[in-house]
């Protein structure tokens, strides 16, 4: 097909690539005068149309990316003679293969490997965070491209070859389709099931078989773990976040590109990420920390002040109703009003000292719950953990007037939307609030800010002043 122009504009220049039905070329766009990637899906007697549904899946997932480190969609077309099929038009990427990189004899150092993990999960981010997200399914060597190589860096990096990619409405819609390379599938892809830490699970793969030179399939196995450790001379901390990434349980792998970023860039291995700083002497809160999940839970207090004040409010009412309950013509009414009245307010004392709350960070979400007797709802709506900006501790102090401030320090979590406070529903002393914006800030990756707010200045509330929507 050398010298064939197809859609009366491709001119077929070199082969780079053939499978079954299938074909890749590098061909000369005639108009623009660039190098142009045509993928060929060819219509042969044992054709099997579950192929054309992935490739024009491919097609419609390209058009939708725009994405510096991913080719660009260019045109599709079909073609009738001298054999029916269809053209998908990409960009070209002028680069070679991890593949061919390692087959060519290049090592790559421990720092270029981290550089590479980052760039590619990065480019995970951005396909996994998509409204529908985006299930590469076929993350390998062969499929990751390096360019533009100078100095020490390891160069340009592209993720290329969507041809089994799967959005989350695909998955959840329909037939499944087992796709992917032996070796770089994690366990779940074998059951046509694909995630986000699929995708993971194959970077971890390829990049074992970066420090040491072998397939993840030609390395030995324990308990469908991929055993490397012993064939390469690695720190710790990379080690461990390899094994991570390459859990072949999806419930103990790293849920998201975002967590395995903070974990890589992170000056701590693995292990020292699930260990903890304790809380503040006297305090009675409990902490869970793993690689993939921080757990806080916060006992009950008893009742705030607001609820003695409540209390003592609301008990001369009570004792008038029974008083005059007792002389009135409408006794049964005063008498049902005065005994359900102390009945819901000791249930509401009961509650504030049974009731646990539970601050969650897990598959890239913070919720924050509330638990009595095995009942569940939520403080606030889940927040998406990428969203998270900062972290704010506010210390607000009175004024020259000596105003009474019923909780002086506050901790408010900044999204890209607006912010969330978390201290109300916590009852948290100041001692407990720093320690849990210390703690937080970690886990997260973000920076923790400290702001004194004179209360003289917080006046009536004020959609425009985010403070104020955390008084």
């Not at 099931?193 to 390395?219: F, K, M, N, R």
């Not at 902490?287 to 003695?308: M, Q, W």
């Not at 102390?342 to 638990?371: C, F, K, M």
Request: glycine share 6%; proline share 6%; net charge negative.
């Amino acid at each position: 097909m050398l010298g064939q122009v197809l859609g009366e504009r491709y001119e077929i220049r070199e082969e780079l690539g053939r499978q079954v039905g299938r074909r890749t070329f590098l061909a000369q766009d005639l108009q623009t005068q660039t190098p142009v990637v045509l993928k060929v899906l060819w219509l042969g007697e044992d054709f099997d149309w579950q192929e054309l549904k992935l490739f024009q899946r491919e097609g419609e997932i390209l058009k939708s990316l725009s994405h510096p480190a991913i080719p660009r969609y260019l045109d599709y077309l079909e073609i009738k003679t001298p054999e029916k099929g269809f053209v998908l038009v990409q960009s070209y990427v002028e680069g070679r293969s991890l593949e061919q990189h390692l087959q060519t004899g290049r090592t790559f150092s421990e720092e270029e490997v981290r550089e590479l993990a980052k760039a590619l999960l990065e480019i995970l981010m951005d396909l996994h965070r998509r409204q529908l997200p985006v299930i590469h399914r076929d993350l390998k060597p062969s499929n990751i491209l390096l360019t533009n190589r100078s100095g020490n860096s390891v160069g340009q990096v592209y993720l290329v070859d969507f041809g089994s990619v799967q959005t989350l409405a695909a998955r959840e819609g329909g037939t499944l389709t087992i796709v992917g390379t032996y070796g770089y599938m994690p366990p779940e892809q074998f059951g046509g099931q694909a995630y986000a830490a699929s995708d993971l699970y194959s970077l971890g793969a390829t990049l074992i078989y970066l420090v040491t030179g072998l397939h993840p399939a030609e390395l030995p196995q324990q308990n469908l773990k991929i055993q490397f450790r012993s064939q390469v001379s690695l720190s710790p901390a990379l080690a461990d976040w390899l094994e991570w990434l390459t859990e072949p349980s999806l419930n103990r792998r790293v849920k998201s590109a975002q967590e395995a970023l903070r974990a890589l860039e992170s000056t701590k291995s693995i292990r020292t990420l699930s260990q903890t700083t304790p809380p503040p002497p006297d305090s009675e809160l409990l902490i869970e920390k793993k690689p993939h999940s921080l757990h806080i839970v916060f006992p009950g207090k008893g009742p705030t002040f607001r609820t003695i004040a409540l209390l003592s409010l609301i008990s001369p009412i009570i004792f008038w109703l029974i008083l005059v309950g007792s002389t009135h013509l409408t006794f049964g009414i005063f008498a049902f009003l005065g005994l359900t009245l102390p009945v819901g307010v000791t249930i509401a004392v009961i509650a504030s000292w049974i009731r646990q709350t539970h601050l969650s960070i897990e598959n890239d979400r913070l919720t924050l719950t509330y638990s009595i007797l095995g009942h569940t709802w939520n403080g606030f709506p889940p927040i998406q953990c990428h969203e998270i900006e900062r972290l704010r501790v506010v210390n607000y102090y009175p004024g020259p007037q000596k105003q009474f401030v019923s909780l002086k320090t506050r901790l408010c979590i900044h999204t890209k939307q607006h912010p969330h406070g978390v201290n109300r529903p916590l009852q948290l002393s100041e001692a407990e609030t720093y320690w849990l914006a210390d703690e937080l800030g970690e886990w997260l990756g973000v920076p923790v800010e400290s702001t004194e707010i004179l209360l003289e200045e917080v006046r009536e509330w004020n959609p425009d002043r985010p403070e104020d929507q955390w008084r």
